[in-house]
């Protein structure tokens, strides 16, 4: 990170700014900013799909970036003052029970539909919304193994592998699912990246007990997710840019590591 060869964490500039970082990063994570990477990805995922059915060769089209960023503004709204203070959203943060997981199907299903739907519209497509929340749900099984990071060391742990064939068994099903549905509808942006996203999971499945199988298999299925909705809508990139810098500025300053991040941890677990 080009900040962290700037102003390394010994230096004047990073000890005289930590304390204002400190606050601001407990501000942001009371207002849950880290979750509108999911939150965005999955409107967006809407729009993606209403542009797919009307042309299924659609690429790189900047038509309706006005209406698109207002949509993320008023689901980013939705999100800071009704979903996380009455808690129907907190994947990631704790582990989701049944009723959990119902919910956030619900209000998976509802941000679709917020980026779906206009004014031409046609609900004979509505079906279509079911593959991209069923590959919501094999992201979401993943966050039922938290991390914690160690503030001293850096690192980020778990240390409970419990139940790890079922979460991870399913979570790998549910993206196949995905990834059959995405080819029976002939939809690129769906296949490719339930394809692209598979081996994550499955890697965790199969290989011995390690943080940083983890690590990818929260990472990278929502990014490529979201990089592959950026093939149609390129304006996306410039808010999840931004939002990502922005956390990642927040956090070195307040804990002197670079997150989020695509690195991982190589300890050995104990």
Known sequence: ????????????????????YVKLGAKMDSFGWIQLFTIWTLVVSGIVINKGTIDRYVYWDWIGWEIGILKLVFASALFIFLLKPKKLWYVGEKELNKTGFIIHSIVAFVLLMIGWINLEVSFRDFPILFPYCIAFLSGSLVFQFTLDLDQEKGVWNHHNWENKMSVFGGSVILMLVALLFGIYLDDPILSSAAAVSLPFPLIVLIWPNHVRHLQRARIF??????????????????????????????????FGIVYPSFAVDFLEEE
């Open 1 to 20: 990170m080009l900040l962290a060869r700037l102003f390394p964490k010994k230096s004047t500039f990073f000890e005289k700014n930590k304390k204002f």
């Open 221 to 254: 299925p929502i990014f490529t997710f979201a990089m592959a909705l950026c093939i149609r809508v390129p304006w996306f990139f410039f808010p999840l840019g931004l939002m990502f810098f922005v956390i990642r500025t927040i956090n070195y300053f307040r």
